[in-house]
């Protein structure tokens, strides 16, 4: 099986900076597409960023040029830098990953969600 485990979430105070990381591990034959999406309270969950194993990206319009999504490939490891925090960025955020097991069989895995709180 496979497991995401999410790291680095927190309090941070408006303006300032988080990093978030998700590396996969367990029985996998290659990782396609790594991302995160966040939920806040009363929200439906919604996508922040997602990478390609090309190293294409794609952000929601509401974190674009504020976060920062990258990925390490070796490590099968995704990360989330986030820059210029407000409140609005509250949430629970959840590493999603598409993960080939075998080389016919592909599945979509989440973490248990690490909390991002921006707050003064």
């Known amino acids: 099986q496979v497991q995401l485990v999410e790291s680095g979430g927190g309090l941070a105070q408006p303006g300032g900076s988080l990093r978030l990381s998700c590396a996969a591990s367990?029985?996998?034959?290659?990782?396609?597409?790594m991302g995160w999406y966040r939920q806040a309270p009363g929200k439906q969950r919604e996508l922040v960023a997602r990478i390609i194993s090309g190293g294409g990206t794609n952000y929601a319009d509401s974190v674009r040029g504020r976060f920062t999504i990258s990925r390490d490939n070796a490590k099968n490891t995704v990360y989330l830098q986030m820059n210029n925090l407000t409140p609005e960025d509250t949430a629970l955020y959840y590493c999603?990953?598409?993960?080939?097991?075998?080389?016919?069989?592909?599945?979509?895995?989440w973490g248990q969600g690490t909390q991002v709180t921006v707050s003064s």
């Open positions: 999603n990953a598409l993960i080939r097991t075998t080389p016919t069989t592909t599945y979509v895995f």
């Open positions: 367990g029985s996998i034959f290659s990782t396609n597409a």
